[in-house]
Structure formats: structure tokens, C-alpha cells
């Protein structure tokens, strides 16, 4: 079609007339455009036009209406309301081509109130994170500089407690966890060694006689022994799996699965007259995340020497008695509705609050959560621990109030995956343990007392008391 430069638009055949008898969308090849006809028309100094008409292809873009600029890009689709109609389509009238613009204007409105309001949110939450971020490094330096080299002068003192309130940050916890719950049991790290080897024997001997982790008979034989027995070894490799699935560190092949058993089963060979109890693989579990394996085992073997633990891992029923009466005393006196709702219904504490105290929250609240209430129980002691479940209690109220038995018990033995920190502190902090002018530790030395008393009567007064 082209000769020295030159374009020809004469047809295959020669015949002139071809391309006014064409369409040129559908006969010329290659399609023209206008800067070609342009060029056409500057080469041969003729016009290109067929009888009297405009170019072709100006012709047909005589409908092409072309995008007017916009200041705002709008979403999608939006802007095609504001195009012309093709010739083929009747025309917009005035109003309705005004009501598409006042529609669009809307929408370009929205979209940037939109935008601006995400904006704004998302500069507060930076805002709000590096205020949090500030403040942690400002507790660090404090934490590092001034309360840990004088501990034992400032612990209780008041600004330090009011600190301690806020929550330790994770970077020292490892260091005030271990202060504030001290060593009274004088553990080493080489008696962690020796007592780590003994399980390694026992577990070595487990393996040579052949049972297996998921033999189901095996399983319910090593449930049945009993707690002063060093074969409850067996039934941490059972439990392991279970604690923090979510996290995946535990689990056979995570990071942390051996440490974890390397610290329960030195345990149960430090305390066989306590053995391993299900439940305990999760206070482990925490002070796994925040020390080495080492200094984790002397805080867990001192944090299970407490009277409370002791009283719910060896399941001294007697004790743990005392305990829940301690408990409804101050939940009566800070929640009478509930209360009277609960004994209505017979929902004792013992339904939700062992699985509470028994694992410390680390099972039953986030675990973020369950880290700031171990921060003030290092502090405060298991009287920390009961008001929290009375905080619980307190947060749920209305929900609860309103549910019968079965739907509390539920709702208690599976708490709010979502539970907000500030939430429940700001719960906790409204909690009195107070009642009649007595404190908890007096609460309850009363109630063990008149146990006491009562039970060495009955001993008196029994018919075969020789």
C-alpha cells in the first residue's frame, strides 16, 4: 500500500471509488488515524474528505465525549454518570444530567469525608501507639535504673506500686517476676540439672517398656496414679499438645516443647508428692515466654510452693473449701444481685473458679491479659488473684444476671476471647476485699479457724471416741 513515502488508498483492484464505498472501520488496514490523514493530507495537498463530508474517523469520534479532568479520582465506576450518551441513545435531558452531577458530587463527597475520617483514625492510633511506646521506655529506664539496684528499699514504696499497676514491660518481667516471687526453696540451677536427669531416666524407662503417648489404656492407667507418684512423668507428654495450640511452640516440633517438658518433668521429680497435674503445663508455659528455662523452673517450683497453689494442685479438697467460702464472702459483698442470682441457680465457685486460679488465667484469659494480672499477683499475692475473678464477675454482670445455669457455666469456663486489659483493670480496681473491716488473710484465718474448731468438735463429741 505504500510506494517511495507515499500512502495509496486506492482499493485491491485499483478502483478509486473503494474507499468512499467503504466504511473506514471496516475497510481500511491498517486503521488511520487522524495524525495519519494529517500527514496524508501535508504529503499529497489534498483533503481527504467524500462528498463533502468531514474525515472519516472524525466522523465517528463525533460522539466520543472525553473525560473531563477530574481533581478527585472516584472509585470504580462512578464517573461514568457524568459521560455523554452514544448517538445511538436518546440524549440526557437538563434535570437528569444535573441529577447524575449533584449524584456524583455526593459520592466524591462521601468518599473524601470517608477517607479523611480513616485519616484521622489512623493518626490517632499512631499517636496513641507511640505514646504507649514512650511510656514503656520511660518505665524501662525507671524500672532498670532506679527500682531494680534498690529493690528491697523501694518495692513497697508508693510511686513503685503505682508503676507496678500499670504493668511491668515485657522486656525486665523476666527480672521482677523473679524478685517479687522469690526463691524461699533456695533452688539452684544445677539442682535443676540433677532433678532434669532423674526425668530423663524415668522417661527413658517409660520408652523401653513400650508405651506409647497415644495408647489410650496407657493414658487412663497413668491418670489413675496417684500424685505422689514420679510415673505422672508419662502424662506431661499427653498434656503438652494442649497448652497454647493457638501459639504452635509447644506442640511436637515448636521450639518450646522440649524445654516445657524438660522443665514439668523436673518438677515432678523435685515434688513427687505433688507429681504432674494437668493444668500446670500453662503456668510453665508463661514463664517460659519470659525467662530462660533455668530461672523459669526455680520461679515455678517457688510460685507452686504457695499455700493457694498447693491447696488446688495437690486437690486438698479441705482447704480449697475454705477458699471458695473466703471467695463468696467479698463476691456477696460487691455483687449481691449475682450472687443471690448464682445461688439461685446453685452455680458454685468450684464450676469456674479452679480453672481460673488452678492455671492462674494463663488458660482461661488472653494471654496478654493473663500477663498483666501476673504482674500485680507478684506483687499483691493470691488475694490479687480472687479479686480479679470478682472483676470477672463484675464485667459480665448484666450479661450474666439474665442467663440460666447452663448458659453461665458456659459463658465462665469460656471467657471472651477479646477481653479488654483496661476494661478489667478499670473492673479491678473498683473490687473491695474488705468486708466487716476484714481484709482477705483475715477472712479467711477466720474461716480456717472455725473449720478447725468445728471439726475438733464433732471429734469430741463422736460416739466411738475412745
Same mark, same amino acid.
Given at each position: 500500500?505504500?510506494?517511495?513515502?507515499?500512502?495509496?488508498?486506492?482499493?485491491?483492484?485499483?478502483?478509486?471509488?473503494?474507499?468512499?464505498?467503504?466504511?473506514?472501520?471496516?475497510?481500511?488496514?491498517?486503521?488511520?488515524?487522524?495524525?495519519?490523514?494529517?500527514?496524508?493530507?501535508?504529503?499529497?495537498?489534498?483533503?481527504?474528505?467524500?462528498?463533502?463530508?468531514?474525515?472519516?474517523?472524525?466522523?465517528?469520534?463525533?460522539?466520543?465525549? =472525553?473525560?473531563?479532568?477530574?481533581?478527585?479520582?472516584?472509585?470504580?465506576?462512578?464517573?461514568?454518570?457524568?459521560?455523554?450518551?452514544?448517538?445511538?441513545?436518546?440524549? $440526557?435531558?437538563?434535570?437528569?444530567?444535573?441529577?447524575?452531577?449533584? %449524584?456524583?458530587?455526593? *459520592?466524591?463527597?462521601?468518599?473524601?469525608?470517608?477517607?479523611?475520617?480513616?485519616?484521622? $483514625?489512623?493518626?490517632?492510633?499512631?499517636?496513641?501507639?507511640?505514646?504507649?511506646?514512650?511510656?514503656?521506655?520511660?518505665?524501662?529506664?525507671?524500672?532498670?535504673?532506679?527500682?531494680?539496684?534498690?529493690?528491697?528499699?523501694?518495692?513497697?514504696?508508693?510511686?513503685?506500686?503505682?508503676?507496678?499497676?500499670?504493668?511491668?514491660?515485657?522486656?525486665?518481667?523476666?527480672?521482677?517476676?523473679?524478685?517479687?516471687?522469690?526463691?524461699?526453696?533456695?533452688?539452684?540451677?544445677?539442682?535443676?540439672?540433677?532433678?532434669l536427669s532423674r526425668a530423663m531416666e524415668k522417661w527413658k524407662q517409660f520408652?523401653?517398656?513400650? *508405651?506409647?503417648?497415644?495408647?489410650?489404656?496407657?493414658?487412663?492407667?497413668? %491418670?489413675?496414679?496417684?500424685?505422689?507418684?514420679?510415673?505422672?512423668?508419662?502424662?506431661?507428654?499427653?498434656?503438652?499438645?494442649?497448652?497454647?495450640?493457638?501459639?504452635?511452640?509447644?506442640?511436637?516440633?515448636?521450639?518450646?516443647?522440649?524445654?516445657?517438658?524438660?522443665?514439668?518433668?523436673?518438677?515432678?521429680?523435685?515434688?513427687?508428692?505433688?507429681?504432674?497435674?494437668?493444668?500446670?503445663?500453662?503456668?510453665?508455659?508463661?514463664?517460659?515466654?519470659?525467662?530462660?528455662?533455668?530461672?523459669?523452673?526455680?520461679?515455678?517450683?517457688?510460685?507452686?510452693?504457695? =499455700?493457694?497453689?498447693?491447696?488446688?494442685?495437690?486437690?486438698?479438697?479441705?482447704?480449697?473449701?475454705?477458699?471458695?467460702?473466703?471467695?463468696?464472702?467479698?463476691?456477696? %459483698?460487691?455483687?449481691?444481685?449475682?450472687?443471690?442470682?448464682?445461688?439461685?441457680?446453685?452455680?458454685?465457685?468450684?464450676?469456674?473458679?479452679?480453672?481460673?486460679?488452678?492455671?492462674?488465667?494463663? $488458660?482461661?484469659?488472653?494471654?496478654?491479659?493473663?500477663?498483666?494480672?501476673?504482674?500485680?499477683?507478684?506483687?499483691?499475692?493470691?488475694?490479687?488473684?480472687?479479686?480479679?475473678?470478682?472483676?470477672?464477675?463484675?464485667?459480665?454482670?448484666?450479661?450474666?444476671?439474665?442467663?440460666?445455669?447452663?448458659?453461665?457455666?458456659? *459463658?465462665?469456663?469460656?471467657?471472651?476471647?477479646?477481653?479488654?486489659?483496661?476494661?478489667?483493670?478499670?473492673?479491678?480496681?473498683?473490687?473491695?476485699?474488705?468486708?466487716?473491716?476484714?481484709?482477705?488473710?483475715?477472712?479467711?484465718?477466720?474461716?480456717?479457724r472455725d473449720w478447725r474448731d468445728s471439726g475438733d468438735s464433732s471429734r469430741?463429741?463422736? =460416739?466411738?471416741?475412745?
Amino acid at each position: 500500500m505504500a510506494s517511495n513515502g507515499r500512502l495509496s488508498l486506492s482499493s485491491p483492484n485499483g478502483d478509486s471509488r473503494w474507499l468512499g464505498a467503504c466504511s473506514p472501520l471496516e475497510s481500511v488496514t491498517p486503521v488511520l488515524t487522524c495524525c495519519g490523514f494529517k500527514e496524508y493530507e501535508e504529503r499529497t495537498g489534498r483533503t481527504l474528505q467524500s462528498n463533502g463530508s468531514q474525515h472519516p474517523l472524525k466522523k465517528q469520534q463525533q460522539w466520543v465525549s =472525553p473525560r473531563k479532568p477530574l481533581s478527585f479520582e472516584p472509585l470504580s465506576t462512578t464517573a461514568l454518570i457524568l459521560e455523554n450518551r452514544p448517538p445511538n441513545l436518546p440524549a $440526557k435531558c437538563v434535570q437528569e444530567a444535573q441529577r447524575h452531577r449533584r %449524584e456524583y458530587e455526593e *459520592m466524591v463527597a462521601q468518599a473524601r469525608k470517608r477517607e479523611l475520617k480513616e485519616s484521622q $483514625k489512623r493518626k490517632k492510633k499512631m499517636k496513641e501507639r507511640c505514646k504507649i511506646e514512650d511510656g514503656i521506655s520511660n518505665s524501662v529506664m525507671t524500672w532498670n535504673t532506679e527500682i531494680l539496684p534498690n529493690w528491697e528499699t523501694l518495692k513497697q514504696m508508693r510511686w513503685v506500686r503505682d508503676l507496678w499497676w500499670q504493668g511491668i514491660p515485657p522486656s525486665i518481667r523476666h527480672k521482677v517476676w523473679s524478685l517479687a516471687i522469690g526463691n524461699e526453696l533456695n533452688i539452684t540451677h544445677e539442682l535443676y540439672e540433677i532433678f532434669l536427669s532423674r526425668a530423663m531416666e524415668k522417661w527413658k524407662q517409660f520408652e523401653d517398656s513400650n *508405651m506409647e503417648n497415644g495408647d489410650v489404656e496407657a493414658e487412663l492407667e497413668l %491418670e489413675a496414679v496417684g500424685a505422689d507418684r514420679e510415673n505422672s512423668l508419662e502424662l506431661i507428654k499427653l498434656d503438652i499438645s494442649r497448652t497454647f495450640p493457638t501459639l504452635c511452640i509447644f506442640q511436637k516440633g515448636g521450639p518450646y516443647h522440649n524445654v516445657l517438658q524438660n522443665i514439668l518433668g523436673a518438677y515432678t521429680c523435685y515434688r513427687p508428692d505433688v507429681g504432674y497435674v494437668q493444668g500446670m503445663s500453662f503456668i510453665a508455659a508463661v514463664l517460659l515466654l519470659n525467662l530462660n528455662a533455668a530461672d523459669a523452673f526455680v520461679v515455678f517450683a517457688n510460685l507452686l510452693n504457695k =499455700p493457694c497453689q498447693l491447696a488446688f494442685f495437690r486437690v486438698d479438697h479441705s482447704l480449697m473449701l475454705k477458699y471458695y467460702a473466703a471467695f463468696e464472702v467479698f463476691f456477696e %459483698e460487691n455483687l449481691p444481685n449475682l450472687f443471690a442470682h448464682f445461688k439461685k441457680y446453685n452455680l458454685t465457685p468450684d464450676i469456674y473458679l479452679i480453672d481460673w486460679i488452678f492455671t492462674l488465667y494463663s $488458660k482461661s484469659l488472653p494471654l496478654d491479659v493473663a500477663c498483666r494480672v501476673w504482674d500485680v499477683f507478684c506483687r499483691d499475692g493470691e488475694e490479687f488473684l480472687f479479686r480479679t475473678a470478682i472483676a470477672i464477675l463484675l464485667m459480665f454482670e448484666e450479661v450474666l444476671l439474665r442467663m440460666d445455669f447452663i448458659h453461665m457455666a458456659q *459463658m465462665l469456663t469460656r471467657l471472651p476471647e477479646n477481653l479488654s486489659i483496661d476494661e478489667l483493670f478499670t473492673a479491678i480496681a473498683t473490687v473491695q476485699l474488705q468486708s466487716r473491716n476484714k481484709k482477705w488473710g483475715q477472712v479467711l484465718a477466720t474461716l480456717q479457724r472455725d473449720w478447725r474448731d468445728s471439726g475438733d468438735s464433732s471429734r469430741n463429741s463422736s =460416739p466411738n471416741r475412745q
